[in-house]
Every structure is written in C-alpha cells, then in structure tokens.
C-alpha cells in the first residue's frame, strides 16, 4: 500500500507504521518467482492458542477474557478495547463453505452492485462466464448479421462465447475476458447499495433484502454485543474481496446513522492479520490473525476505532449491519 522510502517513519502515524510492518513485500533478488520476504509474526495475537490454552487450564492472558454466556460458541473481550469482540471459529466448515459459494455466485448478483458496476454496468452470472472461459464485449452498432445469433445485444457489454462472431479489441479495449472481471472483483453490497463516490447508503438504487438465512446467522452472531433482549436487524453489507498480498487500510466504518448498533464481520478463505487501533491513527494498534471462520464484532467505542486488514494471504470479508 505504502512503497518503501517515500515516506520516512517518523513521519508515519502508527497505524501506518503497522501497515508496513505485515505487508507483503516481495524479494526483489529472489530467483524463485514472487517469493515473499519474512515477516516478522511475533507480536501478532493468536486468539486460537488463547482459547486452546483456556480450554485445558481455564486461564488467559491478561486483559483478555472468554465471555460467559448462553453462547453456541466462545466470545473474547479485550479490556483495552471495549466494545470489540472477537468470535474464534464462529462458523463450521460446511458453513465457510456455504457462504463462500455465495459469496462467489449470488452476492456480486445485479441488483446487488459491484465495483465493476461503474464501467460495464451489472454483469449476470460472472463467476459463471469466467469457468466457461467467455469474453464481456462492447455492442457496437454494427449491422446484425455481423454478430453470432447466440450472442445477446440487450446491454451495452455482454458476456460471448469465444467462437461468436464479434471484432475483438484487446485488453483495455472493447473486450476483456470474464476470468480476468473475477479476479478485479474487490466489492459488492448486499441489502441497501452503498454509493462510494458520495460515501452513504442510497435507497433509491434497486436492492434485494440480505438473505434470510444470513439473517438468521448474524442475529445469532451479534448476541454478545447487544443489551439483553435486544434484536440485531441487519439491513446491509459489504462484501470484500481480496488476493493473496491485498489489504484494507485503517478506516472507520462510519457512514451509518445509528452507531450504537454493532457491525458483524465474517471472514472466509485463507488467514489474515487484522488490525485494531485507537480513534487516532497515532494510536499503536493491536495485531491479530484472522482466519477463516473468525467472526469480529465491532459495537460501541470499538465502532469509533481505526482497523484495517492486512498479510500474506487475505479472505473474503464481509461487513454486516
């Protein structure tokens, strides 16, 4: 995210300084293809050895507690974070499963919007197009027996097969293959669309409601931090994309009204280092490894703190609330 010697470290907030520290950065001298250099993991807190360590002595660091409760899974709470939860394992295998299905094949699914959205419009079915290898292309007007019979003009870009007779132009041109959109898919929005270029949620865009199954799963999740009695009602999500070396910078989830109510996060796929901080940047921020199945709450003056995702190998993240 940050190159090395642009910007001199006394100049870095510490949050920066964090990034840097867990990027992945490849050795430039290495003759092996993209081999990463090391990084140094020692600081970086293993909630799975805490609860292994708990589960056989009863005992956890200091600062760190396992929640009691009429939970179906365990529930970490920080001292020095109030508000923040962290849930190690909250999803099964066959769940992890499920989602990543459909997070990969009924999530980027138009109404839901996607980053692709602002240069092709909606695209149907990509993760389909891209296993059978097809081609989005720009409808030009040229004159109809020119394009195969099989090949739709009802958008401006659509997805062909490679034997359709259509004139392509190239990479960055008129044509890009399906398999190439699949691998830039870096968002989409379940529920309300969220508008990154005015940085709110628009309800006047088309949207279909989260999934009821989703539903039920974060209302469950979001138990430990609400009031007793009290409903998390999730109205949308984010869904991120990642690829092994890419990172999510420290932000602020900030663009809801309510901010007494908790976001619910759902990390898929491969391990991650999530960072924690304060509401400054200034602030040293704590490390820890994120792994598929983790699930992360953030209510209260957690939802006020700095965090960002960062590693060697980044999941699918899916931000709910």
């Known amino acids: 995210m940050y190159g090395d010697g642009l910007i001199n470290d006394v100049d870095r907030t510490a949050f920066r300084k964090a990034e840097k520290k867990y990027k992945l950065y490849y050795d430039q001298n290495s003759k092996k293809k993209k081999q990463p250099r090391p990084v140094d993991l020692s600081d970086v807190v293993n909630f799975k050895s805490i609860m292994d360590t708990f589960n056989r002595t009863r005992e956890t660091p200091s600062g760190v507690h396992v929640l009691e409760g009429d ?56 993760f389909a197009a891209a296993g059978d290898e097809k081609i989005l292309v720009e409808v030009e007007d040229s004159p109809e027996e020119s394009v195969s019979p099989n090949c739709s003009q009802a958008q401006r870009w659509n997805f062909i097969d490679k034997m359709c007779n259509v004139s392509l132009k190239g990479y960055g041109g008129n044509s890009i293959m399906a398999s190439v959109l699949l691998r830039k898919l870096r968002w989409s929005t379940l529920g309300l669309q969220f508008d990154w270029s005015k940085r709110n949620y628009d309800i006047t865009l088309p949207h279909n409601k989260i999934p009821s199954e989703l539903c039920k799963l974060v209302k469950k999740l979001a138990v430990p931090a609400l009031p007793t009695g009290e409903e998390f009602k999730p109205e949308a999500a984010i869904v ?15 663009m809801e009204l309510d901010w007494s109510k908790p976001i619910v996060s759902m990390s898929l796929g491969c391990k991650a280092i999530f960072l924690l ?16 199945g983790d699930v992360v709450l953030m209510a209260g003056e957690a939802r006020e703190c700095f965090h960002g995702k960062h590693g060697i190998l980044c999941p699918i ?5």
């Not at 993240?317 to 609330?321: A, D, G, K, L, R």
Request: contains cysteine; charged residues 20%.
């Open 317 to 321: 993240f899916c931000n709910i609330v």
């Open 277 to 292: 901080g304060g509401k400054s940047k200034d602030d040293e921020p704590l490390a820890m490894f994120l792994r598929s």
């Open 240 to 254: 991120n994309y990642f690829a092994s070396g890419d990172t999510l910078g420290g932000h602020l989830d900030d």
């Open 71 to 126: 939970f179906d899974f365990p529930v970490i709470r920080l001292d020095n974070h109030p508000g923040f939860y962290f849930i190690p394992g909250a999803l099964s295998i066959e769940q992890q499963g499920q989602w990543i299905r459909e997070s990969l094949l009924s999530f980027p699914q138009p109404p839901n919007r996607t980053n692709h959205n602002a240069h092709y419009g909606p695209l149907q079915d990509l």
